[in-house]
């Protein structure tokens, strides 16, 4: 029987064994490549928040969001139209660009950059963005036909502005928020996010809806359950809760069968379909908290 030479078996083997460490570095690489690329993502990842309403869609800043959201829950809870949370938007836009400042033009601050000396309240209680809504919508309702005059004249009589044409320049975009964050435009309004940092207790956002929005919640284990009065109200409340969503920490939003999950990708910018509730159930939203 003949002898098998060593030397060639193992010339026989080599091929494979290298093969191997071939696949082994390649899989290495891939897969430092990838941790790499995610790294890089989050790093340079913006999050950002888009309304759509009539064909037109305009992105902002969750801090933006979720001031917009509270004029608007404010003008809920007060019946007004949408057009007041249009006005109100716009003139917090050219005032603040949405932003709760603590700084302004002489003692001018908050949303809506009032003033404490022209009687509009303490510089603590306008720094309350509940409270400089409030006192906004007191001047807004005084002035006969706001809800059909142009929006040039309606803020220049609230605010008495130097540069009373740039109100316009933003009334598109106060028409798309308040469409979305009152109910009017449903599923129009999304949001992508990290992770959340830190998340509140169920009981501060159901709180903060009953105290901004005038709609009464449940909240326990780590879900706040809304029942609204119809589906413009339960919509309000589900995409108020995805405006305000970096803010309290919102993994998911469930409406009429559908449903916002927080991401970091371009998915969390729309609703899809699924949830605990199914198309019929309009009127209830589900809000969890938490890690997603």
Not at 183 to 190: D, V, Y
Request: a positive charge; charged letters at 15%.
């Amino acid at each position: 029987m003949p002898t098998r030479d060593p030397r060639r078996a193992g010339r026989h083997r080599l091929p494979w064994l290298a093969r191997i460490v071939v696949v082994a570095i390649v899989v290495g690489v891939v897969v430092s490549g990838f941790v790499a690329w995610r790294a890089a993502q989050r790093a340079f990842f913006v999050a950002s928040c888009a309304a759509t309403a009539s064909g037109t869609t305009f992105t902002f800043t969750p801090e933006q969001t979720a001031n917009a959201a509270l004029i608007s829950a404010v003008a809920v809870k007060r019946g007004l139209p949408p057009r007041a949370a249009t006005i109100a938007i716009a003139t917090a836009i050219q005032e603040s660009k949405l932003r709760n400042l603590t700084f302004g033009d002489r003692d001018s601050v908050g949303l809506f950059q009032q003033r404490p000396s022209q009687g509009w309240g303490t510089r603590e209680q306008i720094l309350d963005p509940v409270y400089s809504t409030q006192k906004f919508y007191d001047a807004l309702m005084k002035i006969a036909g706001y809800a059909t005059a142009p929006i040039t004249e309606v803020a220049q009589q609230v605010q008495h502005s130097a540069f009373p044409e740039a109100y316009a320049d933003h009334e598109q975009q106060g028409r798309v928020l308040a469409s979305t964050l009152t109910g009017q435009s449903p599923a129009a309004l999304g949001c992508r996010l990290a992770g959340p940092t830190a998340v509140s207790t169920v009981d501060a956002v159901a709180t903060d809806l009953t105290t901004q929005m005038g709609i009464g919640a449940a909240a326990s284990s780590g879900v706040v359950r809304v029942s609204a009065p119809d589906p413009a109200h339960a919509w309000a409340a589900a995409q108020w809760a995805v405006a305000r969503a970096d803010a309290y920490g919102v993994a998911r939003v469930e409406v009429a069968g559908r449903t916002w999950d927080r991401s970091d990708g371009s998915s969390a910018l729309t609703w899809g379909s699924g949830g605990s509730g199914g198309a019929g159930d309009a009127t209830t939203v589900t809000i969890r908290l938490g890690a997603t």
